[in-house]
């Protein structure tokens, strides 16, 4: 075991000898020092455990099930494309090997850095142990120090790189369907957009648009003119934004496919021939994105479609996902002849039928295929969870260069490090009411990951929506950076207008307050992207109390803002713990109401056509009129409300939203400070923005009066 | 359409010519009235709508997924075998076809009277209408008055005859599995509750009892002497409950099949020959419940069972659940052989899965058997969900010759009018928090179709369950009539010590509790037998307020209590709503405490250990020191807890638990009255109870003054 010191607060151990995953940045001082744990290693496995009192918390484990405390699971670190998350599910498609664990005297994050199986039992199997099963002998452990849980996030962010940063844009609504079909079919969506005047931000185009399913296709017949539709609807402030799937179709004649091999792109089979599997398209090849050469390769194909007025993109399949490959197939269709003629046993029955219902993304599919990875062969099993994070690495570099400014992208499958290359949505998720409620919880746990570009597919993706699903979820959604609103084929439709002119009105009601407060996402975006650490906190992270501990459906949102959404049906309102006095907000038809409530819990009517959050005691909240697009934001005016006892102060920052002079850290920043004095109400403000020149102040004290204020900068 | 009068408040508007489907008992008096709906008749279906109001509300539809409230959901009546529940599907084992709508003026209850398949959506696709789907043009609509919610349920009750009552024992603790493959794991069981000092009533047999899955018979190998072994529990007070499918082995030799076939008794294909389905035994065919001579021989069977001491049964697969059938198998066999050497694309090979992954319960196969129904012939698809009922009938009418005292029995597939049979359980539910929370919602639904003797698989059924949530679980079903903790094959065991001794000692505290509760929750069912209407009562039923009128996760049990059990993951409590001061009740470690809380929501503590509910204010709830067995129950000395402010009563039914005499109203009565006067609190005893001697009086004032007090009767 060799350990290292990368920072003050985060120190590591080498087991063996660990594949360099690329996913810890910085420099590793050499020094000795104790491993707090002990690490058992036998038959290739290494297991370590922790003892769990009732009370201790364990946090993190990235986009996964169960709730913001992990305890009572088990999880997987292994990317899976598996579109039933019901509860016994296990594993989903990312896999982040970051959590921290509270116990009452020390809290202590914990990051291992290992490219394949580890699987995780939180006081499951029994009460009181947490054991972590790598499936590996060669790893890397971190152990991250912190003042409290919040600074031990940070001091982990510290040493994986600073976050993808997306455009302003990325902010926008998104509304995507696998099902837009036609360019006219994308057309008509944006015009059903415009005539309910609903804001939108782009289109997110799935697997429709291509040519029998071929990466950086385009089809000719539903499809014809991409690059008009791209500036037609960039006229109206609307971005298309297309998928990229993993697999490259296996086809004589298709530029992707015979670049692929001329270039020896692929991943092979043991017997070193590129492998077939069969996904979309029917067989391909994958891409082998562990190797550079690959990643610069296929990260320039984005051109083709950049050059059509394309600036997103979401790369899918990447886990990578196999509905089956044709050894299997094969045994499936020879038990089938077996069985022809036989009286088949209950159990006989039950193998030939698994043959077919388990094809899907065996464990052996990836035990058959190899990468390249620093001159090493590897199978895909020993580094699996590196194929959708280098897939995005591969878009995300080729992207800024073809580009030269910011642009969307998100991908399905994902490990920590990814981050630094684009957001996640949280995968094909249902329209289901438990997974509103899964949404939320995960927020935490992705940005522990470095995620802060992260939002669910608003509406389920499978399944079927109703209206009264789809509003509570914007009424989530709205307050997490990327806002999509993604839905199957088969579905029920689930455009905010697809459901009646009623749903149509409350939609709109809750995206304008969204646009409202792209501003303020938008600025705790930039200081994710700054300095690490959480934009949303459990309020365990922050508060005492049982109440507190324990709350799983409401959290902090910055350090301004508490979301308590409704995740449930038919229901008016919802109970609503408050750690301590806040001001309630409600955005209701264009009118902000601010109201004093006092610690403890109550009853909080929520109607589906409002938004509904607290702000904190000395705090202050930005937001601006509501727009359609993004890019009709208007922020000469800005307001600002506070509940100020005290004194509150917050710093607005803001960019041109799609350079990267971020990086330099030029970004505009105004500073508004509100104090509270003998002599009333006081407010300073140092600004750099170009375009702020009024700032309207709405002040809640703690005697719940209001009182207004203009200033000028 | 012909009108008929029933009741005062029961009117039934006839279509077509109805099948007498046998639920509905009482004379029906011809009536001329107006249908207070338009039914719109066409190919063969039958439709009609509500319009619905933000504010109306749906209750009923029996076991069903959903909340209390049943809006925003579609649901299916066509008894199903479908062991994954999660939030996409629309049918399970029951088909209950009575609803109470409640809109701002008027709640009416409706029933439907139609034994296939009636599709519900209730403001799904459209919020604001309530559509009702009957597949067929013949059918009884009843239309139910009353003077509230609770009143229509009695008053459908009225014409729907009288429910089944279990025995007392059957209000004891149940263990079962599927698994426990010999006698030796079952003398093990036992042996472990004792061991634990867990109480114990029942062991429920699964498959593994039965000779090749064949009805009737005994595994010589691994159940020997299953007298002996009866004989041996019942000598420590535990009833053996072996489970009989639905579906009759096909062998030369087999005496159920052989008899079937000599006696005509099997239902039919569309040559007139017995049809052929695979379940469990493989080849099987199915009794033709529905004919009155197949009900008595089938009956008469359990014999076989009763003499070696058996006093209690289950009857499954009785959807009729169908694994395949053979014209479907050869489907896919070919389907699978054409498939050999192609490049299958991706629909086509999705195509050819689908042939086995979706083989089970086809729509076709309950068309290609038949029925003979009071002289008719109709396909299975026409009458499908009588035949869980008539099998039930047939089970329930010839335990009752047989044994001349009551039985334990359930069902799972259901339709109103087998609630005269038997009780349920709520089926193949799963180890999941959502499935916890869903027995909840399910039990006033449950009630409103006159089943009282329901519970779900405690520990859920499907996949693996762990101490926290077993435990939560078991603190939910203390309050259910049937309490079983059932688990499948395979999955984590569950028995309440499987999860180490802490776990154990937990459970055995909620189990003491339960026992406790026994001589109310037993009097309970005596009256719901007597009277009908709502053991478990929805908080909308009986308070205003919207908090009232949301509550989905806390109901009150009789006219006494309030339970509000947890129903989350690492939940160290909940929000309770009080819609009026309560007492607090707490049974923890053989204390009893007693606590005034007023009116309005907190947050309230709740351990692992402990089981918690509220008393109402002047009702009195009495309860008795725990035993390990309902046999040991001790009433001699009945303990009495009131909420007293002006006056309460409660009349504790009982009787020998065994006999039938409750059907001539022989039952005991202990009737105990406190009245709260200027002079202090006075108590008033009437008791027809042999047994019980002293009452000792715990009563709670408004001012959280407790106040003991003893009465020798």
């Known amino acids: 075991m060799n350990t290292f010191r990368m920072t003050k607060h985060v120190v590591g151990f080498t087991f063996g000898e660990p594949v360099e995953t690329g996913i810890l940045m910085g420099a590793k ?15 290739g496995h290494s297991r370590f455990s922790f003892p769990l009192t009732e009370r201790d918390r364990v946090y993190g484990l990235g986009p996964n099930l169960g709730g913001i405390n992990k305890r009572g699971r088990k999880y997987e670190s292994y990317c899976t494309d598996d579109p039933l998350h019901h509860e016994d ?39 009181s142990q947490f054991t972590v099963d790598i499936f590996g002998e060669n790893f890397t452990l971190l152990v991250i120090d912190g003042e409290n849980l919040k600074s031990i996030v940070k001091n982990f962010h510290e040493v994986i790189g600073k976050p993808y940063m997306p455009p302003k844009w990325g902010l926008g609504y998104a509304q995507s369907r696998w099902g837009y079909k036609t360019a006219e079919d994308v057309r008509r969506v944006r015009e059903a957009f415009e005539r309910h005047d609903l804001p939108l931000d782009s289109i997110y ?4 648009y291509m040519e029998d399913f071929k990466d950086f296709s385009v089809s000719e017949e539903r499809f014809p003119k991409l690059q008009e539709l791209s500036q037609e609807l960039q006229e109206t402030g609307v971005h298309l934004v297309p998928i990229i799937d993993a697999g490259v179709k296996i086809e004589e004649g298709y530029d992707i496919y015979e670049e692929g091999i001329a270039g020896d792109h692929f991943v092979k089979n043991v017997k070193g021939e590129p492998y077939v599997a069969a996904v979309w398209p029917g067989k391909v090849h994958f891409p082998d994105f562990l190797q550079e050469k690959t990643q610069t390769w296929f990260g320039e194909k ?14 899918d399949m990447n886990e990578p996902a196999i509905f089956y490959d044709e050894t299997s197939l094969q045994e499936g269709v020879e038990a089938a002849i077996k069985a022809q003629g036989e009286n088949l046993g209950v159990y006989a029955f039950f193998n030939l039928r698994d043959k077919f219902q388990s094809i899907g993304n065996k464990d052996e599919y990836y ?23 280098y897939m995005t690495k591969s878009a995300s570099e ?20 990814m981050h630094r290359y684009s957001g996640i949505w949280t995968g094909d998720n249902s329209s289901w009411w438990s997974h509103l409620s899964l949404n939320l919880r995960m927020l935490p746990a992705l940005n522990m990951s470095g995620f802060y570009y992260v939002g669910a597919d608003t509406g389920g993706f499978g399944g079927n929506a109703y209206g009264e699903l789809l509003l509570r979820w914007l009424q989530l959604s709205a307050f997490t950076p990327l806002l999509r609103n993604h839905s199957a084929l088969g579905c029920a439709q689930q455009e905010p207008y697809a459901f009646g002119t009623e749903v149509a009105e409350k939609a709109r009601e809750i995206l304008r307050d969204r646009y409202r407060l792209i501003p303020y996402l938008y600025s705790e975006t930039l200081k994710a992207w700054k300095e690490g650490g959480l934009m949303f906190t ?43 006095a806040m001001a309630e907000v409600t955005f209701k038809e264009d009118q902000v109401t601010l109201t004093l409530e006092k610690e403890g819990v109550r009853y909080m009517s929520y109607a589906l056509d409002e938004l509904k959050f607290h702000l904190r005691r000395n705090r202050l909240l930005p937001y601006v009129p509501p727009a359609s697009s993004t890019r009709d934001l208007e922020v000469s ?77």
Do not use: C
């Open 367 to 389: 035990q058959r295929f190899f990468h390249e990875f620093h001159g090493k062969t590897y199978s895909n099993e020993e580094l699996h969870n590196l194929y959708g994070f």
């Open 637 to 713: 005016t800005l307001h600002v409300l506070g509940y100020v006892e005290t004194e509150g102060e917050y710093e607005l920052l803001d960019d041109d939203g799609i350079s990267y002079g971020y990086e330099d850290e030029k970004m505009y920043s105004t500073r508004i400070r509100v104090t509270r004095g003998e002599d009333g109400v006081k407010v300073d403000v140092k600004n750099t923005h170009p375009h702020i020149k009024r700032i309207l102040l709405t002040i809640l004290d703690g005697e719940n009066h209001i009182m207004e204020k203009e200033v000028l900068v």
């Open 538 to 580: 459990p309020l365990a992270f922050e508060f005492w109390g049982e109440e507190a501990q324990h709350a799983e459906d409401q959290m902090l949102l910055g350090e301004e803002l508490m979301i308590s959404p409704v995740t449930q049906a038919n229901a008016g309102g919802r109970y609503v713990y408050l750690p301590e």
């Open 302 to 315: 984005y051109k083709a479609l950049t050059d059509l007025g394309i600036d997103g993109f979401w790369n």
């Open 205 to 208: 185009l799935d697997l429709d």
């Open 29 to 43: 001082e050499k020094v000795s020092l104790k491993l707090p744990l002990e690490i058992a290693q036998k038959d």
């Open 89 to 127: 599910k296990t594993t989903l498609y990312g896999a982040h090997n970051f959590f921290i664990l509270e116990d009452d005297d020390v809290a202590r994050g914990y990051f291992i850095d290992f490219p394949s199986r580890i699987r995780y039992d939180v006081g499951f199997t029994s009460q």
């Open 398 to 417: 080729g992207l800024r260069k073809i580009l030269g400014k910011r642009f969307v992208l998100i991908s399905r499958a994902s490990s920590i490090g």
